[in-house]
Nanobody, 124 residues
Framework: QVHLAESGGGLVQTGGSLTLSCKAS????????MAWFRQAPGKEREFVAT????????LYGDSVKGRFGISRDNAENTVSLRMIDLKPEDTAVYYC?????????????????WGQGTQVTLSS
């Protein structure tokens, strides 16, 4: 089990950029594939991005491809999400999640540990 804490959310103008961070506890961070999901009011949780244990492989949701970048630092137990060209539809609570194993998955049900989330709000 790993404890996850997100930070970096806030209010940002349309077209702006923001970087979210997720700090993980424990000494086994490098054994987890990590991901970001988001959930807007009244909508289902949506896959954003995931990164493999060593950071060599990534996968992105169609709605963020080309605008968002996921990265990780296993020495610091952190995973980040760099977001650029933000749009009003990016408004959501963003969650960091962890899963064991080496394959990447866009399915929330595959992830065993979740953070509390950080709010990202776009203003026009």
């Amino acid at each position: 089990q790993v404890h996850l804490a997100e930070s970096g959310g806030g209010l940002v103008q349309t077209g702006g950029s923001l970087t979210l961070s997720c700090k993980a506890s424990g000494r086994t961070f490098s054994t987890y594939a990590m991901a970001w999901f988001r959930q807007a009011p009244g909508k289902e949780r949506e896959f954003v991005a995931t990164i493999s244990r060593a950071g060599a492989n990534t996968l992105y949701g169609d709605s963020v491809k080309g605008r968002f970048g996921i990265s990780r630092d296993n020495a610091e137990n952190t995973v980040s999400l760099r977001m650029i060209d933000l749009k009003p539809e990016d408004t959501a609570v963003y969650y960091c999640a962890a899963k064991g194993g080496q394959y990447l998955s866009p399915l929330p049900s595959e992830y065993t540990d979740w953070g509390q989330g950080t709010q990202v709000t776009l203003s026009s």
